[in-house]
Every structure is written in structure tokens, then in C-alpha cells.
């Protein structure tokens, strides 16, 4: 039987990242498990947007220290990345949010978040003079916002904690975990079974099928989003910031030559199913429309789907599960793991070294949900 101190469930940039911050700190008696191959899943379906323009310190704080983290990522894996610094533009047209977001203003400034104001719509309509602006009440942008590639990252991360010793291990799905005495002892795999004093569940929209395993119930739900991409399109600034529609939930970039954009389907029911729906591009388009007429010209030339690991409060679960020793989740970011990935790698590894997180995260344990969640300000 194959033995190893830590176990990690899911080969995505949260994974690959735990991985390589328990290595880079000297615990090299790792198992990478990934089924299919790594970043297969919902990373490589990511828009791979990095913000920090969120509504909780404890994000905020995640996103400063991603941040800084990501831009010294080839300096510290060796990996090549590439990132487009571009900043993250919010439309609000609606007195609730604009209130909202200019509360996030105030406490992203306050946390040191730069380049973070506030925009008129004179402003927004130089900023990007194809919107339309007329509706709206104002807007957010953070020129230290961008996006980056999360399947990139993924290997690179993968990469240089299999350089350090980190035993990666493909197309290996994981069957049951064994657990006895309140502790976690090991894990049953299509490949055999591995012992080990330490799972760290990384599954992503799988989590709560991993959890379950293990005995544990994880509020954790797949929820689909679709993605279009166009082909090239030139009706748009190269360097004009990822933008979001915040009330219909619509956004869109550019992507090299092209635009990337979707949009929310606040109705899609949970499930595992990746098969787009046609109907729901009309839909899209005719936000799209709306808000950037100028998008006629484009012409849509594939699309996507991939999952989000949601929580009923848009948050992700971080740390220990209670009453079972050896167990650490990493998932349910609803969307915003990637831009989390490398301070959920550091966090999650110290966890599993036995030490104090650098950051505190202790508002996004499990047991928030016995003591009755405050739904988050959701940011798509």
C-alpha cells in the first residue's frame, strides 16, 4: 500500500496550489489524485478573472495577498505566466447596489486596496465609450484588476511541486476514505489504496461527493455557466477593463483578437451537466446588446460550459471539518477560486503543517453554517 503524509483530492489550481506550498515549505510526502487530468475540470473552463473588489475583509485580504503572489509566480515556480492587468469595471444601475458597492469602496480603500474609486457615468463613458450609460446610477473600478490564464497556472504550480518531490498522480479517481477514531487514516483509489494522516479535499463542484465518503456533509452545489468567446472584433479597445453589468449579471473582456462574455443563469438548476444550452445565448445577446450595441459587429464562434462549486453563501469553505481530525476542505469558492488560488494554497498548507494561517480565515470554516450564514453581497 502507498503511504504519504497528505493526500490532495482534485488536480485544479486550488489543488496543484496546495501542493506545491506544502512542497515549497519542505513537506514533499505528497499525493496529487487527480481522475481525469490536471485543470481538466472547472479550471480550465475558468474566464480566470483576479479582482479584489469584493464586499468581506477576509476576501479583500485573499485577494492582496493573490495578488502579490501571482505577480512573482514565475519568480517563485519557474513557470511562465501571463496575466493582462487590465482592472475590473462594475456598472450599477439600481440604488441598492450602488450603495452597496460604494460601502465595498470604502473598506476596500481601507484594507489598502490601490487604484479602488468610484465613477460617474461621464467617466465610465470615457473609460469605454461603447457602453451605454444613461441607467446608470454610477460604477467601481479597480485598475489593479485583471485576469489571467488558470490553466497556466495550474500546471506551473503542478510542476514545480512534482520538481520538489510531490508524487502527482493522473487519472486516478478516489473511491472512499477511510476513517477510524474520529481521524482520517487513508483513501481508496482506482489505483489501490494510499495511507496517510491527511486528506485536503480540493474537488471543486465535486467536493460534496468527496465529503460524503468521508462522512461529512458539505453545502456544496455545481452550478453551470456558460461562456461564448467571438472571433476577432475590433470594436473594442485591446485595453479596455473586464467589465460587469452587476444587476443582470452580464460581463465580458477581451481575449486576444476576440471578446470573451456571458452572463448568470440565476434559474440554472445544480447539476453536473456541461452541455450548452442554445436558447440561452439569445438571452445573453440581447443583454449584450443593450449594454454594448457596438457588439452587432461581433460574431459568436464557440462557446463553453463549466462548473461553479457554490455555497449558500457564495463563500468558499477553508479549514477543518469538526469532529474529524485529518480532514481539510478547499472548496466552494462560487466562482472566485482561481483569483484565490495562491493564498488558499498557502492558508491550506499551513493547516496541514499543523501551524496558524498566515491570514485568518476562520469566518469561512464549516461551521458558520450551523450558526446560520450571512449571505454575501454575490459578485457572479
Known sequence: MTIAEIVIIGGGVIGASVAWHLASEGMTDVVLLERESLGAGSTGRSVGGIRHQFSSAVNIKLSLASVAKFRRFTRETGAPAHFVWCGYLFLLDNEADWTQFQRNVALQQELGVPGVERLTQDDVKRLVPQLEVDDLLGATLCTHDGFGDPYSICQGYAQAARRLGVRVRQTVEVTGIDVRGGRVVGVQTTDGPIGCRCVVNC??????????????????????????????????????????????????????????????????????????????????????????????????????????????????????????????????????????????????????????????VSELGLDRFNQGARREHNVI
Do not use: C
Open 203 to 360: 474537488a471543486g463542484p465535486w467536493a460534496a461527493e468527496i465529503g460524503r465518503l468521508a462522512g461529512v456533509d458539505l453545502p456544496i452545489v455545481p452550478l453551470k455557466r456558460q461562456v461564448y468567446v467571438t472571433d476577432l472584433f475590433n470594436g473594442l479597445a485591446q485595453d479596455a477593463p473586464m467589465t460587469i453589468d452587476f444587476g443582470p449579471s452580464f460581463y465580458f473582456r477581451r481575449e486576444g483578437k476576440g471578446i470573451v462574455f456571458g452572463m448568470t443563469n440565476k434559474d440554472q438548476p445544480p447539476g453536473f451537466d456541461l452541455r450548452l444550452d442554445p436558447g440561452w445565448l439569445d438571452t445573453v445577446i440581447e443583454q449584450a446588446l443593450r449594454r454594448v450595441p457596438a457588439l452587432a459587429d461581433a460574431r459568436v464562434m464557440r462557446g463553453w460550459a463549466g462548473l461553479y462549486d457554490t455555497t449558500p453563501d457564495a463563500n468558499p469553505i477553508l479549514g477543518a471539518v469538526p469532529g474529524l481530525d485529518g480532514f481539510l476542505v478547499a472548496a466552494g469558492f462560487s466562482g472566485h477560486g482561481f483569483m484565490h488560488s495562491p493564498a488558499t494554497g498557502e492558508v491550506v498548507a499551513e493547516m496541514a503543517l499543523g501551524r496558524s494561517p498566515t491570514l485568518d
